[in-house]
């Protein structure tokens, strides 16, 4: 509760901006990152090994698509994804960077490291034109893809541990932290998925610098595309069936708690019942890369440009929806079993709902629910305990919820709204305990009936500057 609330209300808080940030850095990440930078290096060597520059050339082309992409929308939204998480929820970032300190430290250096090679690789490609200096170039291209393989490496170890932190818990030992039990299941799933869609992607970007002569056998250009067709198949068949079997053990070693809240995580309440239309999605999703895969082992048979789409945005859907469930079924925690997704840890909700959420918090008005000050209270509770994932009245809106509960068109009953925020967990167990006493659960709903008559935006510090009670001003030496 030490954090001024930067908060963006029409977008629930700012949890969407973080969630599309994140989401583009991961798509941009896994397939070209992690999946090309190893396949272009394997071009380059065995074009280096058999003499065909055709083969190199090629793969340069796809490298500077690569280089733009990772070194622009990747990097930035890799920056993003800080400043975003230290707006919104630096409760979490913070504890996060005080678990994983040397994680972090260790990433950063693997990081700039990648940077710098693939600013090597890329721009001294041409230059290495003796087989001396073409065994060194290719030696970076190992160096950059096993960098980007560990700078991911790294980062699953804290998204593992997110959802389930296993010994930490009781050890508080950082390498209980980095080994949690989802670590191995979700970096084998990354792994292949990135191979998968790396694949696809150099597949794809092949029919764009090939130009094939219609009814020329011998073209070299449709030579080309057999042999990168012909391969990839290869490639894609073999990380697809990893795919399923790290994804598989993924979801049986994700806590039962967190499973029960998957067809929220998947398809928002609204679409829960479309839970088997999504089975049935994913099972194309996946019969779509078979397709691929198999239809390029014939060298015969050449895929057209246009079914390469098919697979491409599935896999995109796929791992959007992947990283909005595994977000979402981690809830009520966002490091789970140790700190709620309000920023409340497990070990002082009981503490503040004796003493009150408001006498332990700096950036309020008040320290105490008074009849004069009831609906400021309120509003600050909200912040404080409900606008990390609701707005007021936007995205995910708070008045949109009770309204459906107790009918737009009625009158709401503030006492049942108290027993209902009280035990809100117990039957949307997504939703963490209430963290205040009864004092401020009442406060809260005289909040929100005003908020319902007024339909006031709720604004974040970022607009009306930072609020602090007198008594923490006090405390802190200074003039209220």
Not at 132 to 154: D, F, Q
Request: net charge positive.
């Amino acid at each position: 509760m030490d954090f001024p609330s930067f908060y963006m209300d029409h977008l629930a808080g700012g949890r969407l901006i973080i969630g599309l940030i994140a989401s583009l850095h991961v798509l941009i990440n896994h397939p070209l990152a992690v999946g090309a930078y190893p396949l272009l290096t394997w071009m380059e060597w065995w074009a280096h090994k058999n003499n065909r520059p055709d083969v190199d050339q090629l793969a340069y082309k796809i490298t500077f698509v690569v280089f733009i992409v990772t070194t622009t929308v990747g990097a930035m939204t890799g920056v993003g994804i800080w400043l975003s998480t230290s707006l919104f929820a630096p409760f979490a970032i913070g504890s996060l960077l005080r678990v994983f300190f040397w994680g972090w430290f260790a990433e950063w250096l693997v990081f700039i490291s990648e940077v710098a090679l693939i600013m090597a690789w890329f721009l001294t490609w041409k230059k290495a034109n003796t087989p001396e200096k073409k065994r060194s170039h290719i030696r970076i291209g190992i160096a950059l893809s096993i960098m980007s393989w560990i700078t991911m490496a790294l980062i699953v170890a804290v998204l593992g541990f997110m959802m389930k932190p296993g010994e930490w818990n009781q050890t508080r030992a950082f390498w209980d932290a980095m080994t949690n039990p989802l670590y191995l299941p979700q970096l084998g799933f990354r792994t292949c998925f990135a191979f998968m869609t790396g694949a696809v992607f150099l597949w794809f970007a092949t029919f764009f610098f090939t130009r094939v002569s219609k009814g020329t056998r011998d073209d070299p250009q449709r030579k080309l595309r057999h042999w990168i067709v012909y391969r990839l198949s290869h490639v894609v068949l073999v990380a697809l069936l990893g795919t399923f079997l790290f994804g598989t053990w993924y979801w049986n070693a994700i806590p039962d708690a967190m499973k029960a809240n998957s067809s929220v995580a998947l398809l928002t309440q609204e679409f829960m019942s479309w839970h088997g239309k999504f089975e049935t999605l994913l099972g194309w999703t996946v019969l779509a890369f078979a397709v691929i895969g198999i239809g390029g082992l014939g060298t015969s048979f050449m895929i057209p440009r246009w079914a390469l789409l098919i697979p491409s945005f599935m896999g995109i859907w796929l791992l959007g929806h992947f990283e909005r469930a595994r977000e979402f079924m981690r809830k009520p925690w966002v490091i789970g079993e140790y700190m709620y997704s309000n920023g409340v840890h497990k070990d002082e909700l009981a503490f503040l709902q004796s003493e009150g959420l408001l006498k332990h918090a700096t950036y309020v008005k008040h320290r105490q629910v008074t009849d004069a000050n009831k609906v400021e209270c309120g509003q600050d509770i909200f912040m404080l305990a409900c606008s990390r994932c609701h707005s007021t009245t936007g995205l995910n809106g708070v008045i949109e919820k009770f309204g459906i509960m107790y009918g737009v068109d009625k009158d709401w009953d503030s006492s049942g709204m108290e027993i209902f925020i009280k035990g809100m967990h117990q039957t949307r167990t997504f939703m963490p305990p209430f963290p205040g006493n009864d004092k401020e659960a009442s406060a809260l709903v005289a909040y929100l009936q005003h908020l319902r008559s007024t339909r006031q935006s709720l604004p974040g510090v970022q607009s009306v500057g930072i609020s602090i009670s007198p008594q923490a001003a006090a405390a802190a030496g200074a003039q209220p």
